[in-house]
């Protein structure tokens, strides 16, 4: 089986998708800095491995971390052991911390934040509007990153004072850029920052998930602190990256698709078929670590062996043809049906994923209503990915806004 090398730079990611499907349902990669696993690569074959119990998240499992081969230095080391939380345990353990998050996330509690995240879309939209006209916007900046990042720290309770610091480690922490020797400060720093929060909502408890952690584990639930750090870390990670990819995403594809656009700003399109055929057709994460396998496993004609670690290539898969047949290729916000598994499947699928299609849902709406006449400032071929090979993550999204809807051209 030839091993396919992931780009660290991540400068072909639809070719390097491509080349994954060919390679079969499993397929050997090396991962940045030499380390070797297997990926998944067909939506059939991730679905069965995503719910077969010899596919877990215990990183003792894997053969290379047992050996000493895989460095605390790794750039993608926090990505692959990121410490004991609902993301890297199976069984009771996860079920157990997983739930007051699971309970927190529901469609109907979600679905109480709408007003907040309207009233923070607009603020959002009126910053935009007041910058200077006929210049290009950073809308990835100025509006993508803003939203979810505000709206996961409402819920968790984290202070807007500690956005830029954040914003700064996890840069670091997702980028297979970053330094060998700032790994470890790095890692230390985010955990002091993450219990200095905590610390602080155990002195001045709030309405807010991060509280209902605490208060949970001093009323008998057994969460430790090292687990009440770790999910706050995971969540707030998770629940902006994922986010700001979609919006970015989602204004991309409609720029590059003028015709469907036309029918998405008309009304022929719904919005939701626009963000679920994004979430399929150029997905927010692109590959996700990591499972290990506790004994071999059939994948298709191939085996996934004993003690090796395993990737989802959500990016491979979301155009797999098996699935979505000959045009899985090709963005059509009409596709029905459309049944992706972008925010995973089985037991660790994402638990903020109705969080982020009502953010997505009242944000992009807004968005175009406000300016509808939005186009890119650069060609679409110039849009550049950042050095991260778990999220598919632009740079920027230069935009030219026009003339906000209302104002007189």
């Not at 997983?98 to 509690?109: F, G, N, S």
């Not at 993508?144 to 610091?165: F, K, T």
């Not at 963000?275 to 996934?304: C, M, Q, Y």
């Amino acid at each position: 089986m030839t091993r396919i090398a992931l780009d660290p730079f991540v400068r072909d990611l639809d070719g390097e998708s491509a080349a994954l499907r060919a390679a079969g349902p499993l397929a050997e990669v090396e991962l940045p800095g030499g380390v070797h696993v297997y990926a998944v690569t067909r939506h059939a074959e991730a679905r069965a491995l995503l719910t077969d119990s010899r596919v877990v998240k215990d990183i003792n499992v894997w053969g290379a971390w047992q050996r000493g081969e895989i460095p605390m230095d790794w750039p993608l080391i926090g990505l692959a052991n990121p410490g004991r939380s609902m993301l890297t345990v199976d069984g009771a353990d996860h079920r157990r911390l997983r739930t007051l998050v699971a309970q927190a996330l529901t469609v109907k509690r979600v679905e109480r934040l709408r007003a907040g995240i309207e009233a923070l879309t607009n603020a959002s939209l009126e910053k935009l509007a007041a910058l200077p006209a006929g210049q290009p916007v950073d809308l990835k900046a100025e509006f993508a990153y803003p939203l979810p990042m505000n709206v996961i720290s409402e819920l968790m309770g984290v202070d807007a004072a500690d956005h830029p610091r954040l914003k700064e480690l996890f840069e670091k922490f997702f980028s297979t850029q970053t330094p060998p020797e700032e790994v470890p400060q790095m890692m230390a720093d985010l955990g002091t920052l993450f219990t200095k929060i905590v610390d602080d909502k155990r002195a001045n408890p709030g309405d807010d998930l991060t509280s209902a952690l605490i208060a949970a584990s001093e009323d008998g639930d057994n969460l430790t602190d090292e687990e009440i750090v770790n999910t706050l870390q995971l969540i707030i990670a998770a629940g902006h990256e994922t986010t700001i990819s979609l919006i970015v995403n989602v204004v991309e594809a409609l720029q590059t698709h003028p015709e469907q656009r036309k029918q998405v700003l008309g009304g022929e399109i719904p919005w939701d078929g626009v963000i679920e055929e994004t979430l399929r057709w150029n997905t927010p994460t692109s590959h996700v670590l990591i499972r290990f396998a506790t004994e071999d496993i059939e994948v298709g004609d191939k085996i996934l062996p004993k003690g090796e670690g395993l990737i989802i290539s959500f990016g491979a898969l979301g155009r797999d043809e098996e699935q979505y047949g000959p045009t899985a290729g090709e963005f059509d916000a009409t596709r029905t049906p459309n049944r992706h598994i972008a925010f995973g499947h089985g037991p660790h699928v994402c638990p903020g994923a109705a969080l982020s299609r009502l953010e997505a849902g009242i944000a992009l709406p807004a968005l175009y209503e406000r300016f509808p006449e939005l186009e890119l400032a650069v060609p679409a071929t110039e849009l550049r990915n950042k050095p991260i090979v778990t999220q598919n993550d632009l740079y920027e999204l230069p935009v030219e806004l026009g003339c906000p809807f209302g104002h007189a051209s």
